[in-house]
């Protein structure tokens, strides 16, 4: 077997493949256009999310047995042709789960603190502390949407907080457990403080916060995106947190994200992108919540054992 690397990934995915036998090339730095044309050679590809892995690309991976994806999120994979030509798709959420729900945490404290601003303040000789009075995360009603490993890793780690859980997933059933609720979206909009994304990307989930939706919150409250940028609607949250609907938001995902994620769109960036960069209500950071140095390792073994698990190797 012949497995071609397109992206850089913890070497322990290359070595576990070689110990069984599995040929493992190096492209993470070769041209789409050059991987194309070599690509009927292989029989696996790993990747994160450096280039899209649509029909054009994988009619030309006319061998290809499988796709290893480090991470979660699968959207930058045609997978209805997978399905057609018998590609097996793997992925790894079990090993940034603990990650993305230690950065969701952490953003909200920060945010619910005021740490970024009392931080700034004090590095300049300014002692402020009536201005600067923080909002504890106890007692508070979250609602997660979307209850897979990141939702209910949040969940496990809130619950050391006293917190309210409820879940709402559209795909599952019976989900309740020691740590949330599940819920309809209807409780979600009438009882929730603060809300939290875990949903990947799709047609159905893009922009599914907008406007209309924030609107259906009986309260107002607090957002948190690890998910995806384009699940919510930037210029529909810009107007909500100064319309006072949204009290702060969380995101370390945002819509003008490359689809490698790797950086930001190079051109003219929009108003309510400018706006949520100044705002003191709003606490950013730039797509890394499930990149941890223990998530690196944790996302390639995982994979390693699914591929190897598979094709009895």
Known sequence: MKVIFIDTVHPVLKEMLEAKGV???????????????????????????????????LSKAANLKFIARSGSGLE????EYCKQKNIQCFNSPEGNQTAVAEHAIAMLLTLFNNLILADSQVRKGIWKREENRGIELEGKTVGIV?????GNSLAKRLSAFNCRILAYDKYKKNYSDQYV??????????????LSLHIPLTEETHYLVNKH???????????????????VNTIDLAEAIKSGKVKGACLDVLEYELSSFENLQTEKLPEAFHYLISSKQVVLSPHIAGWTH???????????????????L
Request: hydrophobic fraction near 30%; charged fraction near 25%; include cysteine.
């Open 294 to 312: 223990e998530s690196y390792y944790k996302l390639s073994k995982i994979l390693a054992d699914k591929i190897i698990s598979h094709f009895a």
């Open 146 to 150: 979307g209850y897979g490993y990141m």
């Open 76 to 79: 930058n994979i045609d997978l």
């Open 23 to 57: 040929k493992c090339i190096m492209h993470h730095q070769t041209p789409q256009q050059e991987i194309e044309q070599i690509i009927s050679n292989y029989d696996g590809i790993v990747i994160r999310s450096r280039i899209k892995l649509d029909k054009h690309f």
């Open 213 to 231: 939706y924030l609107n259906q919150f009986k309260k107002n409250i607090y957002l948190i995106n690890t998910s995806r940028g384009k699940c």
């Open 181 to 194: 609720c599940q819920a309809t979206m209807d409780t979600i909009y009438n009882e929730c403080d603060i």
